[in-house]
């Protein structure tokens, strides 16, 4: 089984501060990690994967997580809010074994905010 | 590019009728998903397919079935239509190990 959970559905930053957006995932084997992003009434876009290599994932427009398997985390991260930044952000987990071989579960999403 | 896409942006149905979902994919992926997305719920899987005619359940099938006769098309039916069926749906697929590419979505409205 596998399972995820986003721990804030709402997080607000100033523009120019750092964002920390946070999941926990649970899985049975080796897990595959990814964070997507939705703007308002856009489809879901990919901003990064941790796929067993590096534990330290870059991704587009300056976001960037950690894999720590210790912790059963996968943060999001940035240095830096932008405006455009303001979305809602799912972290989504997927097996690499077992009967749920493939299958993507989302966590309930965290919308950001970004205040000038 | 992969090219994922779903049949229509908006669809109105009535209480009762049977409806199809369509899904099409350009990549030759093997996997094929459909998720429902609502507020405070995020994405909740409703049926994938592995490949052609293979189905499995996700995580709330009940009121739906799917179809995936071709590799690049998957169909989400909704046998009778219900309010509570109400929704975005999105189809998404992938190679697995590698991210999903989605649709655009397809919001349904049941009166």
């Known amino acids: 089984a596998q399972s995820v959970t986003q721990l804030d559905s709402h997080v607000s930053v100033s523009e120019g501060t750092p964002v920390l957006l946070r999941c926990n995932y649970s899985s049975s084997y080796s897990p595959s990690l990814f964070w997507y992003v939705q703007h308002p009434n856009k489809g879901l876009q990919l901003l990064l994967k941790y796929t067993s290599a590096a534990t330290l994932v870059k991704g587009i427009n300056g976001f960037e997580a950690e894999f720590k398997k210790s912790e059963t985390s996968f943060h999001l991260t940035k240095p830096s809010a932008h405006m455009s930044d303001a979305a809602e952000y799912f972290c989504v987990v997927s097996n690499a074994g077992g009967s749920s071989y493939g299958k993507l579960t989302f966590g309930q999403g965290t919308i950001l905010t970004v205040h000038p | 590019d992969v090219k994922v896409t779903q049949s229509s942006r908006y669809l109105v149905k009535r209480t009762g009728e049977k409806v199809f979902l369509e899904c099409v994919q350009d990549?030759?992926?093997?996997?094929m998903f459909w998720y429902r997305q609502d507020p405070g719920l995020g994405l909740r899987l409703i049926y994938f397919?592995?490949?052609?005619?293979?189905?499995e359940k996700g995580d709330i099938p009940e009121g739906y079935s799917v179809s995936r006769e071709k590799k690049e098309r998957f169909s989400l039916i909704l046998e009778s239509a219900s309010t509570n069926q109400t929704s975005m749906y999105l189809c998404a697929s992938r190679d697995p190990g590698r991210g999903a590419f989605f649709g655009q979505g397809t919001r349904l409205t049941v009166v």
């Open positions: 990549m030759d992926h093997e996997n």
């Open positions: 397919s592995y490949d052609v005619k293979m189905k």
